[in-house]
C-alpha cells in the first residue's frame, strides 16, 4: 500500500518533468522566465562549488537553529508542566512573540548582530521554537492519568514521572512538532540569509535581480529539496515510532 | 455572567501589555539604550504618529494584499478539498503532494514568483494565495474524511442524498480542521505578503521596514514592524473569534 503510494507519486514526478521539458522548450521563446528542467540542470552543474557553499552554511544555521530552537521549546514547554502557573502568565507572550512575523525580526537581527551567521540562525531557532513548545506542552499533558497515579501512589520523584511517564507520552507529539520545524529551520535561516551577503537566501535574492533565471530555479529547488527531506526524515521517524507504539502499548 | 470571564482575561492581557511597555520604556531611558539595538516606546510612537500616513497607507495596501490572498487561497484550497472527497484516485496522488507542499518553506519562492508574475501586486497576493492554498486542501480533505464509517453508515441506511451528507455531517465534521488551517495561514498570509513585497514593491509594510532600516529611521521601522504585528495577531483574532462563533458544538481537539 504504502510502496505503491510512493510508485505512483515518484510516476507523478517524473511525468510532470517530462511535460514542463516539453512545454517549456514549445513555447520558450515567450516565458524565459520558465525555462525547461534540462536548463536547470546544467546551470546547477555550472555553479555547483558556489550553491555548495550557500548550501552548506544555510543548512549549518538550520541545524543549529533547529537543535536551539526545539531545545528551548522543550525546555519552557517541561517548565510549564512542571509550573503550571508558570503557563498562566507567559503562554500569551510566547503566543505574541509567536506572532512578530519573521521577516520583521530579520533585519532588527541583521542590525543586532550584522552580517553573518548568528541572525539567520537566530530567525531559524525562532522558527522551530513556537511549533515545539506548543506540541511539547500538549504531548507532557498526554500521559494517561493512571500511570501518573501510579507514580505519585509509589512515591516517585517528580523527575522520575516526567521521565518515565511523560517524556514517553510525549514522543509522538515531538516527532510531529520536529516534521513542522525542520522545514520552518530552512525557511527561517534562508529568511535571515535574505539580506545578507552568503546562503541560500542570499542566492535566491542575487540570482532574482541579476536575472540569473535558471540559477534562481535550481537555488529554488535545492531549497524546496532540502526542506521536504528534513520533513520526510521525521515523517520516517514517526513512521517507525507509530509502529513500536502500536506493538508497543496493549492499553 | 458568560462575558465576565473572557472579560476578566482581555483585561489581565491589556494589563501585561501595558506593563511591558511601561518596563520597556523605563530600560531604555534608564540605560539609554541605543534606537539602533531598540528604540524607546515614546519614540516608536512619535515615528508612528509623525508617519502615520505612509504608515497608514503600508497597512491597507498589505492588510489587502493578505485578505485577497487569504480568501483566494482558502476557496481554491477548499474547492480542491471537495474534488478530493469525491474522488480517491485523485486524492492519493494529490494529497500527500499537498501534505509535502504545506511545509516547504514557500516563502523562498517569492524571488522565483516576482521574476514569473513581476514586479507589482500579483506576485504578492500569489504569494499569500500560496501560502493559504495547501493547510487548506490538506486541512479540508482530511476534515470531510473525518466523520465515523458509524455516521457515514447511517446515513447510506437513511438513504440520504449527496447533499445532505455533505451539508449534515462531511461539511459539519470538516469545519474544526479548516478553522485549525485558518488560524495559522490568517496571519501567515499577511507574513507572506510582507515577503513578498520584499522582492516585488516599494510600498507596503514588508517594504517600510526594510526601507526604514537602510535609512537607519530605526524607531520608524519598529513603528512598521509592531503595525505589522499587531495586524498579524488581528489576524489571529479574527479567525479564533470566528471560530467560536461557527463550531458552537464541542470539538475533541486533535
Excluded at chain 1, 149 to 154: A, G, H, I, T, W
Aim: hydrophobic share 60%.
Amino acid at each position: 500500500m504504502r510502496r505503491r503510494s510512493v510508485i505512483e507519486t515518484a510516476v507523478a514526478l517524473v511525468a510532470l518533468v517530462v511535460v514542463w521539458e516539453v512545454v517549456a522548450r514549445l513555447v520558450g521563446a515567450r516565458f524565459p522566465v520558465v525555462p525547461p528542467p534540462s536548463e536547470i540542470a546544467a546551470a546547477t552543474a555550472r555553479s555547483a562549488y558556489p550553491i555548495w557553499l550557500n548550501l552548506r552554511l544555510t543548512l549549518i544555521e538550520a541545524s543549529i537553529g533547529l537543535v536551539a530552537g526545539s531545545a528551548l521549546g522543550l525546555l519552557l514547554a517541561a517548565a510549564f508542566v512542571v509550573w503550571p502557573r508558570a503557563e498562566a502568565s507567559l503562554y500569551n507572550l510566547v503566543v505574541t512573540i509567536h506572532s512578530i512575523p519573521l521577516v520583521a525580526v530579520a533585519p532588527i537581527l541583521l542590525i543586532w548582530f550584522g552580517v553573518g551567521i548568528t541572525a539567520p540562525t537566530i530567525v531559524a531557532a525562532l522558527a522551530c521554537f513556537f511549533p515545539m513548545v506548543v506540541s511539547a506542552t500538549r504531548g507532557f499533558r498526554a500521559a494517561s492519568q493512571s500511570s501518573l497515579d501510579l507514580m505519585r501512589v509509589l512515591d516517585a520523584p517528580s523527575a522520575q514521572s516526567f521521565l518515565r511517564v511523560r517524556l514517553p507520552a510525549s514522543l509522538p507529539f515531538l516527532i510531529a512538532a520536529l516534521k513542522i520545524a525542520a522545514p520552518a529551520a530552512v525557511l527561517g535561516a534562508t529568511v535571515g540569509e535574505w539580506l545578507g551577503t552568503a546562503g541560500i537566501g542570499y542566492l535566491l535574492f542575487s540570482s532574482m535581480a541579476n536575472f540569473q533565471v535558471a540559477l534562481l530555479w535550481a537555488t529554488m529547488l535545492i531549497a524546496a529539496s532540502v526542506a521536504a527531506i528534513g520533513y520526510l526524515a521525521f515523517a520516517g521517524v514517526e513512521h517507525v515510532l507509530v509502529d513500536w507504539h502500536a506493538h508497543g502499548s496493549e492499553a | 455572567m458568560t462575558l465576565i470571564r473572557p472579560l476578566a482575561y482581555v483585561i489581565r492581557d491589556a494589563g501585561a501589555i501595558i506593563v511591558f511597555v511601561i518596563v520597556w520604556q523605563l530600560v531604555t531611558v534608564v540605560f539609554s539604550v541605543p534606537a539602533f539595538l531598540v528604540p524607546a516606546p515614546s519614540a516608536i510612537a512619535e515615528a508612528l504618529v509623525a508617519n502615520v500616513g505612509r504608515v497608514g497607507a503600508a497597512l491597507g495596501q498589505t492588510g489587502a494584499e493578505a485578505a485577497l490572498g487569504f480568501v483566494g487561497g482558502n476557496l481554491l484550497g477548499l474547492a480542491l478539498a471537495l474534488i478530493f472527497a469525491r474522488s480517491r484516485a485523485l486524492e492519493r496522488v494529490g494529497l500527500p503532494v499537498a501534505i509535502a507542499l504545506r511545509s516547504v518553506p514557500l516563502i523562498a519562492i517569492a524571488p522565483l514568483l516576482t521574476i514569473i508574475l513581476g514586479f507589482g501586486p500579483t506576485t504578492i497576493i500569489v504569494m499569500a494565495v500560496l501560502i493559504s492554498f495547501f493547510p487548506a486542501l490538506v486541512g479540508g480533505a482530511s476534515g470531510l474524511r473525518a466523520p465515523s464509517a458509524e455516521a457515514l453508515d447511517l446515513m447510506r441506511v437513511l438513504d440520504a442524498p449527496e447533499r445532505v451528507r455533505y451539508a449534515r455531517l462531511r461539511i459539519p465534521a470538516a469545519l474544526p480542521f479548516v478553522f485549525a488551517a485558518f488560524k495559522v495561514t490568517a496571519p501567515a498570509s499577511v507574513l507572506a505578503a510582507m515577503v513578498a513585497e520584499w522582492t516585488a514593491a516599494n510600498s507596503g509594510l514588508g517594504y517600510l521596514i526594510i526601507d526604514a532600516g537602510e535609512q537607519y529611521r530605526f524607531p520608524l521601522m519598529w513603528a512598521g514592524i509592531v503595525t505589522a504585528t499587531m495586524l498579524a495577531v488581528a489576524a489571529f483574532i479574527a479567525a479564533s473569534v470566528v471560530e467560536r462563533r461557527v463550531i458552537s458544538w464541542p470539538v475533541e481537539s486533535a
